[in-house]
């Protein structure tokens, strides 16, 4: 490829597209890497249902987006017009295009999507890549001009960057799936009243998640999650834990449990069935709130039975445990949750959990 673009312009479009990044902040990479090699006065990044005739749009500028926003419905109606979409429909086309490949000045500006579209932007020039997907939709990114065409010379960038988009868009979605996998998991977690910790083969932990941070940093006052690093009783408890064979078997980890005036913490190695390439773990962190008394909890303002109600809920325990427990009905203890969600200012089971801990780590203001 002959361009005027040197080595080093390309390989820093290329890392940034190739950064780990989720779809969302891939769009708003590729819309500031490629006009630095691809003039363009306005970018966007589209994808297109055919069959449902709907467009989503991605402008560069927040004017831009304004104009596509007020004026969707004719594109929608009219984006067949575009002869860049009939090129991308077409078998083994090439993946880049521009509107002059197919009309000239005169035959652009009498089209209905021109009219009643395009031309809120200007007198625009259209340069087209396709992004290569696994979906039926059509995805690509539209380069547009106000004053020149775009070159041969800028079809052949975009041909070289292509393959390389698609990849890093492939990327981007895996990894927006990856963390939305995660984001369930944790919530799941969470909801169990256990906190998980990812560490690396040096026992560096690489993601703590809210709730297991809250748990160490209560029972370890040595805690320095913030300079990536274990309370030294869990970094040491892990060294001498390390996964070994035995003559019957695998090694089994024991859990960690250490008692705190303020209750008990455990920290225990998730089983996996495989190794991981970088030989890391995962480790469990749940609290239980063991020698104290419900009684305490009534300093938060709540009734003797809501306290005895959050008491029990803190320890993960369900509304029909929990109504066992203390000899009512399921219903009551649903009433019961619901005022002291009310009184403590919280929307859910893990909130109010949270404050019944730091109350009794003397981290809540008594009234």
């Known amino acids: 490829m002959q361009t005027s673009i040197d080595a080093s312009q390309l390989e820093a479009c290329l890392k940034a597209l190739y950064r780990l990044q989720t779809v969302d902040e891939f769009i708003v990479t590729m819309m500031r890497e490629i006009p630095k090699l691809v003039a363009s006065d306005h970018t966007s990044f589209n994808e297109i249902n055919l069959q ?41 086309s090439q993946a880049v295009a521009k509107i002059s490949d197919y009309m000239n000045r005169e035959e652009w500006h009498a089209t209905d999507i021109y009219k009643k579209f395009y031309s809120k932007f200007g007198d625009l020039h259209q340069m087209v890549v396709s992004v290569p997907t696994n979906s039926d939709t059509f995805v690509g990114i539209a380069l547009n001009r106000l004053d020149r065409d775009f070159t041969e010379e800028d ?41 998980v910790v990812e560490v690396d083969s040096a026992r560096r932990p690489t993601y703590v998640s809210p709730l297991a941070r809250h748990y160490l940093n209560d029972f370890f006052p040595n805690a320095h999650l913030d300079r990536n690093r274990l309370p030294q009783e869990v970094e040491d408890w892990l060294g001498g834990q390390a996964s070994r064979e035995t003559p019957e078997g695998p090694y089994m980890p024991v859990p960690l449990v250490c008692q705190r005036d303020i209750g008990q913490v455990t920290v225990s190695i998730l089983p996996r069935e495989s190794e991981t390439p970088d030989g890391g773990l995962t480790l469990l962190v ?47 203890v649903k009433k019961h949750i619901e005022a002291i969600f009310r009184k403590l200012n919280v929307s859910n089971r893990t909130e109010a959990a949270l404050n019944a801990h730091r109350f009794f780590t003397g981290r809540w203001p008594v009234k």
């Open 52 to 92: 449902e005739r709907r467009m989503f749009a991605v402008m560069d500028t927040p004017e831009g987006q304004m104009i596509v926003d007020r004026h969707r419905a004719a594109y929608d109606k009219h984006f067949t017009d575009n002869p860049l979409v009939g090129h991308f429909l077409t078998p083994g």
């Open 286 to 332: 749940e609290c239980a709130l063991v020698g104290q008394s419900s009684r305490a909890l009534e300093k938060l303002g709540l009734s003797s039975r809501e306290a005895d109600v959050l008491f029990w809920l803190a320890q993960g325990k369900s509304n029909p445990e929990i109504a066992i427990i203390l000899g009512i009905t399921a219903p009551t």
């Open 155 to 195: 079809r052949d960038i975009l041909l070289f960057l292509q393959p390389y988009l698609g990849q890093a868009y492939a990327n981007a979605v895996e990894h927006t799936r990856t963390l939305g996998m995660l984001d369930s998991h944790n919530r799941a977690l969470t909801w169990l009243e256990k906190g």
